[in-house]
């Protein structure tokens, strides 16, 4: 659940993106997992959705790298492009639920970004690493992270 004002937006880094509506000072909660409202499966209820579903959820979730269960967002959260250098995540030795956090000053306008590599076991099929069709978490540990 996204936990400040953002719209989606063009982005400059791919398709459409999530920015800020308003400055937001460094260390301001940013998202945080909202039962009933975000959505969790097990990677075997993930398998056993229809084709077309499985599909729109793997581009929009994350897989989680504790135990691979696939996270979807209820709201834009799923909008939040990758980049190496993310204005977002988890504070240093966050606990788990964890709760995404600016780590900088994010100016009105600008792309909410994290590092999806951080917490994301299907990273490498969100940027085009493996193929198309591979295994949700396939190529993960990635080389070289």
């Known amino acids: ?3 400040i004002r953002a719209k989606v ?3 400059r880094i791919h398709g459409m993106g999530l920015h800020a509506v308003n400055h937001t000072p460094r260390g301001t909660p940013i998202w945080r997992f909202l039962p009933g409202f975000d959505h969790v499966f097990t990677p075997e209820q993930f398998e056993a959705l229809p084709e077309l579903v499985r599909e729109h959820t793997r581009w929009f ?3 989680s ?3 691979h269960a696939v996270i979807l967002s209820g709201d834009h959260a799923c909008f939040i492009n990758h980049s190496d250098d993310p204005n977002t995540g988890a504070p240093e030795g966050a606990a788990v639920p964890v709760t995404t956090v600016a780590l900088r000053d994010i ?3 600008e792309e909410i970004t994290c590092d999806y590599g951080a917490y994301d076991a299907d990273t490498p099929w969100k940027l085009g690493e493996v193929p198309p069709h591979a295994a949700l978490g396939a190529g993960w540990p990635r080389c070289g992270r």
């Open 9 to 11: 937006a063009p982005s």
């Open 107 to 109: 100016e009105a306008g």
């Open 61 to 63: 979730c994350f897989v």
């Open 65 to 67: 790298k504790v135990d």
């Open 1 to 3: 659940m996204i936990l």
